[in-house]
T-cell receptor, first 115, second 111 residues
Framework: GAGVSQTPSNKVTEKGKYVELRCDPISGHTALYWYRQSLGQGPEFLIYFQGTGAADDSGLPNDRFFAVRPEGSVSTLKIQRTERGDSAVYLC?????????????FGPGTRLTVL | GESVGLHLPTLSVQEGDNSIINCAYSNSASDYFIWYKQESGKGPQFIIDIRSNMDKRQGQRVTVLLNKTVKHLSLQIAATQPGDSAVYFCAETYTGNQFYFGTGTSLTVIP
């Protein structure tokens, strides 16, 4: 079946603008994760959803970042007043088990560039 | 664990040789571990996982070894092929909510 998809694949924006990044998880997967990856580093945790609720948002760097998953499937990561330091690849992953005891499957990522 | 910046550890092997990639994890409470492969411009791809009640697990051409005493994980790739060239990450979790990724190791296979 289809894997995790993310749109757009690339996003270029100007400092101070608002952006939305979309994630379509694998059908039936209840757990959804957002990670951020900077060049030459491993993915860094941002937020974890079980169903519709954010079970763990401790990785969000500040209140400019927000994510939703209103129907327990598609998720949107929202970044307000973007800064140049937000430039990175934003990765979404999903897994079939609500308690996260199985491996997350990652999408291809959205490369965000803030000018 | 901490990221060490832009200088990834690197490993170069001849095609056909075996590769061993190592990872030191940080939390003795971690109970589930995963190895991922990441090619340029793509998301991490699952390779193999292991739970803390095991010390070895084998897949197709890959073996993961877990040493909880010294908090060490290794990935062995048999008969390495050019298509194995990528960055390899280990990931650990103890909550199931967050997976902590290491810095990664860049593997280059020389034909």
């Amino acid at each position: 079946g289809a894997g995790v998809s993310q749109t757009p694949s690339n996003k270029v924006t100007e400092k101070g603008k608002y952006v939305e990044l979309r994630c379509d998880p694998i059908s039936g997967h209840t757990a959804l994760y957002w990670y951020r990856q900077s060049l030459g580093q491993g993915p860094e945790f941002l937020i974890y959803f079980q169903g519709t609720g954010a079970a763990d948002d401790s990785g969000l760097p500040n209140d400019r970042f927000f994510a939703v998953r209103p129907e327990g499937s598609v998720s949107t990561l929202k970044i307000q007043r973007t800064e140049r330091g937000d430039s990175a690849v934003y990765l979404c992953a999903s897994s079939p088990v609500a308690q996260g005891v199985s491996s997350p499957f990652f999408g291809p990522g959205t490369r965000l560039t803030v000018l | 664990g901490e990221s060490v910046g832009l200088h990834l550890p690197t490993l170069s092997v001849q095609e056909g040789d075996n590769s061993i990639i190592n990872c030191a994890y940080s939390n003795s409470a971690s109970d589930y571990f995963i190895w991922y492969k990441q090619e340029s411009g793509k998301g991490p791809q699952f390779i193999i996982d292991i739970r803390s009640n095991m010390d070895k697990r084998q897949g197709q051409r890959v073996t993961v070894l877990l040493n909880k005493t010294v908090k060490h994980l290794s990935l062995q790739i048999a008969a390495t092929q050019p298509g194995d060239s990528a960055v390899y990450f280990c990931a650990e979790t103890y909550t199931g909510n967050q997976f902590y990724f290491g810095t990664g190791t860049s593997l280059t296979v020389i034909p």
